[in-house]
């Protein structure tokens, strides 16, 4: 007799949307939904800006792990395209991923995202403005939450599925076993079975979902890893596109390396964050809906996108090494103003003071040209020189860079068009299958995987 009819791991966007869609479908099923962090209103990062001015590595990080996943206190930009955000389209086709993305937008807009504003750039001018300075601006939907509605949303979803799914926190699935007519899932001294499992323990279960792949023997591969900066500037600077746009993904291919750089995660007068992922602090950047919130900057990450060939397998690990000197040089982010990195010069606790943009996190002045490699600092600068042409004051001098923002991709897991593994009722949705990279990719995988196996057919 197994405990559960599904097993869930990870209580992210993906394993939130599963356990959702799939008791909508079938409500007598027993669910079983197992996270490592905590509740949501449990879930706290102890930098206050006083006392704890940086990461101290907290056992559970509250940024990252807990109900609602990495996306809690995310912006909340759920994009809905097939552009960007994963390759969710490759298994299901173009518009199942759209319906399913809308779908998802339906359900946060029916808990608590009903004032919000659906941004779409399909037929702006901008588009063109872009074209004309070899800048491409990819195409989406964009709801934008914000960290505050993006909260109520996930309180609303969290109550109505306390009552009908056992939601274990605190609960580190260490393993996964195959049984013959299902699986077991062990956490220390505990574990339960079940007929079904889905994995979606995101990014921060990265390393560990390549554990559990060589032990079942699934096939796996791992070979990108995008590696950048956070640029922080006036809000008046990017306004132009920000405020038609909300968020704007740029694609740029450099002219010296020929590589693509692209901003991504834009946040008109937000904030800049650091985030820990493993150990290791890497930058990031919110936003708020409540206007009193609001700071007089925006930012955005620029990006560019190394992929790797054979031997090397483990892209993950070189981004991480980047990531590390950086905390070894700065004890953690680095800032540096842009007229200082142009002139071979660090930035000083004193540049920094007297710089007329004011930084909204507290990160050690440095030198960004002794962490990140030079093909790809060249190609961010390149970058900041063509976004100044669209953006006019983009490459001023007090604009602040902020390093390094590494975004890791999870290996690619062998899947098959449903998602599931080599092993029947095996199934890895989300960020950590290599799929997705999103809020609105990884939330439409859960509800197809429930939909296949509790829908129609
Ligand atoms: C600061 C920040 C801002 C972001 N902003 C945006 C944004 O605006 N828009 C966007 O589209 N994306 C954004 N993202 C990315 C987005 O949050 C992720 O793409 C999305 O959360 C992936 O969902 P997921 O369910 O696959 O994984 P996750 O959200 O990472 O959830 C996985 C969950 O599994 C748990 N877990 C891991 N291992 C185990 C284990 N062994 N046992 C039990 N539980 C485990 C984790 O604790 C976690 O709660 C942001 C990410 C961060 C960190």
Excluded at 57 to 84: L, P, V
Excluded at 380 to 402: H, R, S
Aim: hydrophobic share 35%; with cysteine.
């Amino acid at each position: 007799m197994m405990n559960y009819d599904l097993l869930i791991i990870g209580a992210g966007p993906g394993g939130i949307f599963s356990a959702y869609e799939a008791k909508k479908l079938n409500p007598d099923l027993k669910i079983g939904l197992f996270e490592s962090g905590n509740s949501l209103e449990r879930r706290k990062c102890p930098i206050d800006g006083v006392k704890i001015k940086s990461c101290i590595n907290c056992k559970t990080c509250g940024i990252m792990n807990g109900f609602g996943g990495a996306g809690a206190f995310s912006d909340g930009k759920y994009n809905i395209t097939n552009e960007f955000g994963g390759t969710l389209y490759e298994y299901v086709g173009k518009k199942e991923a759209i319906d399913l993305m809308n779908y998802v937008d339906q359900i946060n807009v029916e808990n608590g995202g009903q004032d919000t504003k659906l941004y779409c750039n399909e037929n702006s001018h901008l588009k063109k403005v872009c074209m004309q300075n070899d800048l491409h601006l990819l195409s989406a939907n964009v709801r934008h939450l914000g960290t505050d509605i993006n909260y109520i949303v996930l309180e609303n979803l969290y109550k109505q599925l306390k009552d009908c799914v056992d939601i274990h926190f605190n609960t580190h699935i260490d393993s996964v076993e195959k049984l013959e007519d299902g699986y077991r899932i062990i956490s220390g001294d505990s574990s339960w079975t079940g007929t079904t499992c889905i994995i979606s323990t995101g990014r921060s279960g990265s390393k560990w979902m390549g554990n559990i792949c060589k032990s079942l023997n699934i096939k796996t591969k791992s070979n990108r890893v995008d590696i950048g900066v956070r640029v922080e500037l006036p809000y008046a600077i990017f306004s132009t596109l920000t405020d038609e746009l909300y968020e704007s993904k740029i694609v740029y291919r450099t002219e010296k390396f020929q590589d693509k750089v692209r901003t991504f995660c834009m946040n008109p007068r937000g904030v800049v964050v650091s985030e820990n992922t493993n150990g290791i602090v890497t930058v990031n950047g919110h936003s708020y809906e409540d206007p009193a919130r609001y700071t007089e900057n925006t930012n955005f990450a620029l990006l560019v996108s190394n992929h790797f060939t054979e031997p090397f397998k483990d892209s993950n690990e070189y981004g991480e090494s980047i990531a590390r000197l950086s905390n070894m040089l700065g004890g953690g982010v680095i800032v540096q103003r842009f007229g200082d990195l142009i002139r071979g010069q660090r930035s000083t606790e004193s540049r920094v003071r007297e710089s007329f943009v004011t930084p909204t996190l507290t990160a050690t002045p440095g030198d960004l040209s002794l962490v990140i490699p030079k093909r790809q600092l060249d190609d961010i600068i390149e970058m900041i020189y063509q976004l100044d042409k669209v953006a006019p004051g983009t490459a001023n001098d007090d604009t602040l860079l902020y390093g390094v923002e590494v975004k890791f991709y999870n290996l690619e897991v062998e899947l098959d068009k449903n998602l599931e593994t080599c092993h029947k009722g095996l199934y890895v949705i989300g960020d950590c299958s290599g799929v997705t990279h999103s809020l609105s990719h990884a939330s439409a995988s859960g509800v197809y995987v429930a939909r296949h196996l509790y829908g129609n057919k």
